[in-house]
């Protein structure tokens, strides 16, 4: 995918340069042509992979569109493409690690070595999922306001975000509003993370991994974390 902005930037300076004093009569003329040609930016990229993985990356790209509700048909024709190509992206890229690692695994290595091929493939796969991800986001931006961009974020995680959140208030109610934001700060880079996997499982470890460190975090700040859990499973209790 590439964006088509930028050139059309050239051409208007030129234009103006060239033709300045016809520039102002033909400009709403060369916006139109342009705002066509973006409406068909994004182009699918198959990756050369299995029909079953594109029809599950164009069938999540369509439930994760339907949750943004109302979008004019070039937007969401765009952003459902730029969506299904991420989930493609990714899957390419675990299958070129996990490609990577059983290579590995057949050389017999001595076990120094073997760990050190380990190492730069899992340096080399997060590499990729960093590099990806950001060009994603900037996609996402390029047809979505930020509160939509918010939303297909959480639900590319099935909103484990809010899930993960609302416990931890349930949990301790009297937690302050500076440790309610720490909280919800660490849970949004569990979010940032997670999208970066394809299936649940390593969506909710990312998530519970997180946990751990919220969870030491209140222990410094005095929060007795085993008898708030006995409370909570308590009032649960109750509620049934």
Same mark, same amino acid.
């Given at each position: ?45 198959? #990756? ?37 190509? #991420? ?12 490609? #990577? ?99 649940? #499982? ?39």
């Amino acid at each position: 995918m590439g964006f088509g902005r930028v050139p059309y930037i050239y051409i208007y300076h030129l234009i103006y340069i060239s033709y300045e004093p016809y520039f102002l009569y033909f400009c709403p003329l060369f916006f139109a042509l342009s705002v066509t040609v973006y409406a068909t930016d994004a182009t699918l990229n198959t #990756r050369n992979l299995r029909v079953a993985d594109i029809a599950k990356a164009e069938a999540k790209a369509k439930a994760i569109v339907a949750g943004l509700g109302q979008l004019c048909d070039s937007t969401r024709e765009n952003v459902h493409i730029v969506i299904a190509n #991420r989930y493609l992206e990714l899957c390419a890229i675990h299958n070129r690690y996990d490609n #990577r690692n059983d290579s590995i695994r057949a050389l017999k290595l001595p076990k120094q070595k073997e760990a050190n091929a380990f190492e730069r493939s899992y340096y080399n796969y997060n590499n990729d999922l960093y590099r990806t991800r950001f060009d994603f986001i900037a996609w996402l931006n390029f047809y979505l306001t930020d509160a939509q961009v918010e939303t297909v974020k959480n639900l590319m995680t099935n909103n484990y975000l809010f899930v993960r959140y609302n416990d931890f208030i349930d949990l301790l109610p009297s937690l302050t509003e500076a440790e309610r934001e720490r909280v919800y700060h660490w849970l949004v880079e569990a979010r940032e993370f997670s999208m970066d996997f394809l299936d649940d #499982r390593k969506m909710r470890q990312m998530f519970t991994k997180y946990r751990g460190r919220i969870n030491n975090y209140l222990a410094k700040r005095g929060y007795d974390l085993r008898k708030a859990t006995e409370e909570q499973e308590a009032r649960k209790c109750i509620l049934k």
